[in-house]
């Protein structure tokens, strides 16, 4: 269950965590709360995000031993989380291990890319990049972050 405190309490009460990342997981909804209970669970290690994403946000690529603050929709507190692993995979080359680290039950690829094609061509998405059309090409290159779950909070 998520803390009740907002970020602003947790850095009062956490000075070391001042400065961490936020990870907001999808958008806010159920979909974002279902993939922090898979998180929370232990069933969902990895993510996977558009190359195109930390280009638009002009952000850099994840590394082992980042660390971030997994929020909830109302962007509370949920979890700390540590990037363990980061691979830069195409669309058309995403594999079973990915699929199944996504936690979302996956049973094959082709079930991990209609899920993130349909989430990939919502319009939630293409507002967000601001391209009203967009459709990822089958080679556009994927960041699949694998992460360890730490302290909740």
């Known amino acids: 269950m998520p803390s ?20 907001e997981i999808a958008f806010p909804g159920e979909l ?19 190359l195109l ?17 997994m929020v909830d929709s109302q962007r509370r507190p949920v979890a700390l989380l540590t990037v363990s692993a980061v691979d830069v995979v195409p669309m058309d080359e995403v594999d079973l291990r990915i699929a199944v680290g996504e936690g979302e039950g996956f049973a094959s690829v082709d079930q991990w890319r209609a899920a993130h094609m349909e989430f990939w061509t919502s319009d939630d998405f293409r507002d967000e990049i601001g391209d ?22």
């Open 132 to 153: 009203p059309a967009f459709t990822p090409a089958d080679d556009a290159p994927v960041v699949v972050e694998w992460v360890e779950l730490g302290e909740t909070f």
């Open 4 to 23: 009740s405190r907002s970020l602003e309490d947790l850095f009062a009460d956490r000075p070391d965590l001042t400065g961490t990342a936020v990870a």
């Open 53 to 69: 994403e930390y280009e638009i946000a002009d952000e850099p690529l994840p590394v082992p031993g980042d660390r971030s603050i």
């Open 32 to 50: 974002r709360e279902r993939l922090i209970a898979a998180y929370l669970d232990g069933t969902k290690t990895a993510g996977s995000s558009l």
